[in-house]
């Protein structure tokens, strides 16, 4: 069984996004003082009392106007009524009744699903209650006075809802693994993670910039369970002005550190910029997994040597991710979308993977026995006397040496691969700490310590 999903409706600008925070308990969607913020379905799980559910943001309807993503953000509230087990129509208290608050109602009408009043911005107690009172003519039931900044009102209306939800006592918790969907604006994400569903999961145009919120969506793939989250495109710094954009990318890089695998798109056409490399930068400073996608390969022209050029490109602008698995897509068409997630979960295991201090430490008694540590300017040799992984998302290894200033960076590499190759990280960073010890100290270590061995 699956939670049950509360979906927030409203016209632009009456405070759904600060609602849906304020349910999550996360500052999860993007509040700013300008219409048009939220576009596409934003998920959170919520509860109240016993009850559990998802809640979903949508963007501000308007019936009137068909230009730029109006359109699309009616078809993307649709999807969500369509799936929901209530709905919380919100309106402003502020400003009272509008002819669009009507529109709505008209629209709600028409939907098999629950329907809730909530007027928001009521943020007196004595106030609301005049404000609220001309919401009864719209003949959806008792209007609830609340205050999304505030919470005040939202118990009432949260002990109404709860009583349209199934039980849910009885649902599992599903293991799952985290992927964000990361990349420069229009390389195709969005369309994606649509491909990874099979539906119109997140607007897509040509327009830089049309996904703002970071996006969750839980796709079932082989067994697994993955929640796919889409970001906004992220653009040099320098270009962002404070304002929509500036959330967006601060929500894209909350949901890079918050993923077990990120799914680096790169455009084909462009191939990889400075930007790209950036990105990628920023995944392996956050520690995170990554499978790099080359999206719109159905674009390029191709002869039986293409692919090969290509992957030599990619590799070379992105030398410091050779770890990470590749793969040629094409979105729009399905082009091997389908064996993205089967590179994503070994990329996890990876990420989360733990090897016992006793393999660590015969991986470094064959690393050395075949490469022997290099001899400093003085003539003293380094030595490595025993490694233990300290932790994992991304693995860590810690490296006891004599002098850490004596391994030179290619013998550190050389120790990287070695972990590589032996214990099969493939697809995550691993981090490598040297850390000078004296001799004397690791003469304490006896026979009978739980320490390890030498190497």
């Known amino acids: 069984m699956k939670l049950p999903i509360v979906a927030i409706i409203g016209r632009p600008n009456v405070g759904k996004s600060t609602f849906m925070n304020r349910l999550s308990g996360e500052q999860t969607a993007i509040v700013h003082d300008e219409p048009g913020i939220t576009r596409d379905r934003t998920y959170m799980p919520s509860f109240w009392r016993d009850r559990e559910f998802l809640v979903v943001d949508t963007g501000g309807l308007v019936f009137n106007d068909d230009t730029e993503f109006l359109p699309l953000i009616r078809q993307q509230a649709m999807l969500a009524l369509a799936e929901a087990s209530a709905a919380i129509f919100v309106v402003n208290g502020q400003t009272g009744l509008c002819a669009a608050d009507e529109e709505i109602t008209e629209w709600l009408r028409q939907q098999p699903v629950p329907v809730l009043l909530a007027v928001n911005k009521c943020e007196s107690p004595d106030q609301g209650l005049i404000q609220a009172a001309e919401f009864w003519s719209l003949g959806l039931g008792e209007p609830f006075p609340i205050s999304a900044i505030h919470g005040s009102g939202t118990g ?41 569903v099979g539906e119109e999961r997140a607007i897509v145009s040509p327009i830089s910039g049309t996904t703002r919120d970071a996006i969750d969506t839980i ?68 520690g995170r997994a990554c499978v790099i996608v080359v999206n719109k390969w159905d674009a390029v022209e191709k002869d039986s040597y293409t692919i090969y050029d290509h992957q030599k490109q990619v590799e070379q602008r992105l030398n410091f991710t050779e770890w990470a698995d590749m793969i040629f897509v ?16 070994p990329a996890a ?54 002098d850490a200033t004596r391994f030179n960076d290619n013998y550190k590499r050389y120790i990287e691969r070695q972990f ?36």
Do not use: C
């Open 219 to 286: 796709v079932e793939h082989d067994g697994q369970t993955y929640r796919i989250i889409d970001t906004a495109g992220i653009r040099k710094k320098k270009n962002v002005e404070y304002g929509a954009e500036f959330f967006s990318i601060n929500r894209a890089f909350k949901a890079i550190r918050r993923s077990d695998v990120v799914l680096m798109v790169i455009d084909a056409i462009d191939g990889v910029t400075d930007q790209d490399q950036k990105l990628a930068g920023r995944i392996i400073e956050d």
């Open 349 to 402: 295991e990876s990420h989360k993977r733990r090897v016992s201090t006793s393999v660590v430490n015969e991986v470094l008694e064959e690393a050395v026995r075949w490469h022997s540590p290099p001899v400093s300017r003085s003539g003293k040799q380094g030595k490595i006397y025993y490694g233990t992984q300290v932790s994992s998302g991304p693995p860590a290894i810690a490296l006891f040496v004599n």
């Open 156 to 196: 009432e209306l949260m002990d109404k809802l709860i009583t349209y939800l199934p039980d849910t006592s009885n649902i599992e918790e599903v293991d799952e693994i985290k992927v964000a969907i990361i990349g420069r604006p229009n390389v195709g994400k969005s369309s994606l993670l649509n491909a990874f």
């Open 330 to 345: 094409s979105a729009q068409s399905g082009q091997r979308v389908d064996k993205i997630l089967d590179l994503v979960k």
């Open 420 to 455: 590589r190759e032996q214990l099969g990280f493939k697809g995550t960073p691993i981090r490598l700490f040297w850390r000078s010890k004296k001799v004397r100290d690791m003469e304490s270590v006896g026979p009978g310590s739980n320490r390890a061995t030498r190497v």
